[in-house]
């Protein structure tokens, strides 16, 4: 069945770098865009990016887009995110989800996600 | 930007009760707006897009509704599995989720 597998927690130091990978499997990689969210502790759900279904268009919360990237591997139908110059404030639970893209109505729909990846910064 | 204010930010209700989330956005909408339901520790479960239209699977006793600038979630019925925090979010860019409804045992 279609899902989606992320990789296993980091720990970062401040300042530093961490990339994160969204492998997916059990559907057609080209048919769905991939989204970034991110849950802090005790805060809610917070949008980072999103690449297209044809992984050639990006689009990023204002908040991050000088800091974070999205980067597709075809080949392994995996798309990696980076966030960069990490702060303490980056400290939460990063996912991805597969999205899909209403054409009729266009709209955006997060309907299947990765299981978390803990982000730790210290 | 868009920005997505739920309320309550938190409930306490019974097994039975009837259940309201209210997610207003700062301008016209449309009906581009989803609900989504998170648990500690598993993923967040998609239930309806596009304001009213409920995921395959999800129970008929969860209801969306609204329009414009005013979205509404309804449980009818809260049943134990129902108790979570629900989200609703904006289903076109910038992809903004409200802060979130805590649902609890009264």
């Known amino acids: 069945q279609a899902q989606l597998v992320q990789s296993g927690p980091e720990v970062k130091k401040t300042g530093a770098s961490v990339r994160v990978s969204c492998k997916a499997s059990?559907?057609?990689?080209?048919?769905?865009?991939v989204a970034w969210v991110r849950r802090a502790p005790g805060q809610g759900l917070e949008w980072l990016a999103w690449?297209?279904?044809?992984?050639?268009?990006?689009r990023y919360s204002e908040s991050l887009q000088d800091r974070i990237s999205v980067t597709p591997d075809k080949g392994t139908a995996t798309v990696y995110m980076e966030l960069r110059r990490l702060t303490s404030g980056d400290t939460a639970v990063y996912s991805c989800?597969?999205?899909?893209?209403?054409?009729?109505?266009?709209?955006?729909?997060?309907?299947?996600w990765g299981q978390g990846t803990l982000v730790t910064v210290s | 930007d868009i920005q997505m204010t739920q309320f309550p930010s938190s409930l306490s209700a019974s097994v039975g009760d009837k259940v309201t989330i209210t997610c207003r956005a700062s301008q016209s909408i449309t009906t581009y707006v989803n609900w989504y339901q998170c648990k500690p520790g598993k993923a967040p479960r998609p239930l309806i897009q596009v304001a009213s239209i409920l995921q395959d699977g999800v129970p008929a006793r969860f209801r969306g509704s609204g329009s414009g600038t005013l979205f509404t979630l309804t449980i009818n019925g809260l049943q134990l599995e129902d108790f979570a925090t629900y989200y609703c979010q904006h289903s076109s860019f910038p992809l903004t989720f409200g802060g979130g409804t805590k649902v609890d045992l009264k």
């Open positions: 059990g559907y057609t990689f080209s048919n769905y865009g």
């Open positions: 989800a597969r999205v899909f893209h209403d054409r009729l109505t266009g709209s955006y729909y997060f309907d299947l």
């Open positions: 690449i297209s279904e044809y992984k050639d268009q990006t």
